[in-house]
């Protein structure tokens, strides 16, 4: 398995540019996440899915768009690229009922935004 | 509230143990987990330890889970160079999917 794959690993935007990011897992997970990750400042969940078709809010989703079409992508959106948006995005994926794995994640895509 | 806190830096000596602290806010908390964080990586899942345990040991690492200080610790005995990195605690529910970081403890191994 491949686990849990991201690409592009580096980007740099211009200020209203738009890109999406990728991510694909191969372990038929249900759940899947996108992230970014500011210094010293944990990771603060974008958007999440429970499945195909289904996407839900996290706790910084204003700029950005999820969709999943099917179980094993679920790329993330940016429309109109702005500097706060420069971070580090991580994608992962659980299956549902195994908490005990935590979370899968890939190796994250690092955004500038100039 | 859901807030997971950690000191941000540790520097330790090669061969000494390491002991990474986390507190956290919600009591409903059902699983409580550690992650390392290599430089230009994602996370990769250490150890985790259910709510209803006191402790947990896996070779060098001991987990203790001290639910009424909401206190979560990490201790790394023999700590490698190979072990420099950032350590992240976070927590989870049986309800919902959200998992809680903290902002991560970055830990040097000095030779």
């Known amino acids: 398995n491949a686990g849990v794959t991201q690409t592009p690993k580096f980007r740099i935007l211009k200020i209203g540019q738009s890109m999406t990011l990728q991510c694909t897992q191969d372990m038929n997970h249900n759940y899947m996440y996108w992230y970014r990750q500011d210094p010293g400042m944990g990771l603060k969940l974008i958007y999440y899915?429970?499945?195909?078709?289904?996407?839900d809010k996290g706790e910084v989703p204003n700029g950005y768009n999820v969709s999943r079409s099917t179980t094993e992508d679920f790329p993330l959106r940016l429309e109109l690229a702005a500097p706060s948006q420069t971070s580090v995005y991580f994608c992962?994926?659980?299956?549902?009922?195994?908490?005990?794995?935590?979370?899968?994640f890939g190796p994250g895509t690092r955004l500038t935004v100039t | 509230g859901e807030d997971v806190e950690q000191s941000l830096f540790l520097s330790v000596r090669e061969g000494d143990s390491s002991v990474i602290n986390c507190t956290y806010t919600d009591s409903s908390s059902t699983y409580l987990y550690w992650y390392k964080q290599e430089p230009g990586a994602g996370l990769q899942l250490l150890t985790y330890i259910f709510s209803n345990m006191d402790m947990k040991q896996d070779q060098r690492l001991t987990v203790l889970l001290n639910k009424k200080d909401k206190h979560l610790s990490l201790r790394i005995a023999d700590t490698q160079t190979g072990d420099s990195a950032i350590y992240f605690c976070?927590?989870?529910?049986?309800?919902?999917?959200?998992?809680?970081f903290g902002p991560g403890t970055r830990l040097s191994v000095l030779p």
């Open positions: 992962a994926s659980n299956q549902d009922t195994s908490r005990s794995t935590g979370q899968y």
């Open positions: 899915s429970v499945g195909a078709g289904i996407t």
């Open positions: 976070a927590e989870s529910k049986d309800y919902g999917q959200n998992f809680v």
